[in-house]
């Protein structure tokens, strides 16, 4: 371990760029294509650390957070009840992570997880990244994506639905999307700890993309070059559309996502059989009222971004769409025919994905048998 420390310290050390989010600023698309081009990123001197998460890069995040973290995450790695098992990988991870910057010093690496951002909500953790990261890299620059409070509480809507979720009405600002759209809470942790040079604040907004393309604006200040020789993934973890959050919030009653603390593997991918299904319906669009609630509940969020950000952005946001007052097409409301069919699609899964696990489990007592 010494010896390896010391190589460490006589090799010359790579640059990162780091992607923090935030959530619902298409990160997975961005994720998807650092997986699909790494091969050709490496011939531009760029490195993509599938060591840390082949596409979401989690395991960064998870160096830099408390030890008392308890998410999806470390449940599902046994890691939130077992302090020495986590502190075990821990170690095992950011030594990986010394390694790997030694193997490819002269290579510029990107990392990108949201998590960075919707995780790390204090000022220690986002110090013990610092310290972490100025150990393995020469210079660090930060790439944020900021979206309007109103569409990140549509898209935070659409994301609960799929995990399970019964809400069908669009809340009041602040009840669930607050942690995503108080930029200046979030970019204020950040600047606390990092110069404000090195952190790179974007609008998620096709307006204000360069080329007016999601992946040429992050590749721009990630250092990338753009090469028609790039794989572009289709759209992915799209907003559901408003029929699709009706019929699968119904759904949800009858298959929940988890049953206790376990997960409810009857679910199988009713979620993207019923996005499939509905995605000719229009995703919901909100009331004037509705975006005059959420921009006046975000003002000093959003007056304090463009003042120290973006000064000559007028307005900051591209304003959005909303319906007119004789529009009951996004009213939540379900019908009883709707509900029928909803409570109808849930039996027939349910049957089927029994019957499903029942063969698997027959299959494998034969297979285990034979052998």
């Known amino acids: 371990m010494i010896f390896k420390i010391k190589v460490f310290l006589m090799t010359t050390k790579p640059t990162v760029t780091l992607h923090i989010g935030t959530e619902k600023t298409g990160t997975t698309t961005i994720q998807e294509f650092l997986f699909l081009n790494k091969s050709i990123l490496l011939r531009q001197n760029v490195f993509i650390p599938a060591f840390l998460g082949p596409r979401n890069h989690r395991w960064a995040v998870f160096l830099a957070e408390g030890d008392d973290r308890v998410d999806s995450f470390t449940k599902s790695r046994g890691l939130s009840e077992d302090k020495e098992k986590r502190l075990s990988i821990k170690s095992f991870k950011r ?51 900021v979206r309007e409070p109103i569409r990140t509480a549509i898209a935070t809507w659409s994301t609960m639905i799929k995990a399970g979720g019964t809400i069908r009405a669009l809340w009041e600002p602040g009840r669930f999307e607050k942690n995503n759209c108080d930029h200046k809470a979030i970019l204020s942790r950040w600047l606390n700890v990092f ?13 204000s993309f360069e080329n007016d393309d999601l992946l040429n604006d992050f590749c721009k200040y990630a250092r990338i070059t753009m090469s028609p020789d790039f794989a572009i993934p289709a759209p992915s973890n799209q907003s559901l559309s408003f029929k699709a959050i009706l019929i699968l919030s ?11 603390p376990r997960k409810n593997y009857i679910r199988g991918d009713i979620v993207k059989y019923i996005e499939n ?38 307005p900051l946001w591209t304003p959005s769409l909303t319906r007119d007052c004789d529009d009951h097409r996004f009213e ?40």
């Open 195 to 207: 110069d404000k040079h090195q952190i790179t604040v974007r609008l998620f907004d096709r307006n």
């Open 95 to 145: 030594e990986e992570l010394f390694q790997k910057t030694i193997d490819f010093s002269n290579k510029h690496w990107v990392i990108s997880s949201e998590f960075f951002q919707s995780r790390l909500t204090t000022e220690l953790e986002i110090r013990e990244l610092k310290k972490i990261l100025l150990e393995a890299f020469s210079s660090v620059n930060i790439v944020i994506y």
């Open 332 to 371: 939540p409301h379900i019908s009883h025919t709707e509900r029928d069919l909803a409570l109808l699609v849930a039996n027939i899964w349910n049957d089927k994905s029994k019957e499903l696990l029942k063969f698997n489990r027959r299959a494998k007592r034969v297979q285990n048998v034979s052998l």
């Open 250 to 260: 119904e759904i949800n009653k009858s298959i929940p996502n988890f049953i206790g």
């Open 277 to 314: 299904c509905l995605k000719a319906y229009p995703g919901y669009i909100p009331t004037k009222d509705e975006v005059e609630q959420y921009a006046e509940y975000y003002s000093d969020s959003t007056d304090w971004i463009k003042e120290q950000f973006f000064p000559m952005n007028t």
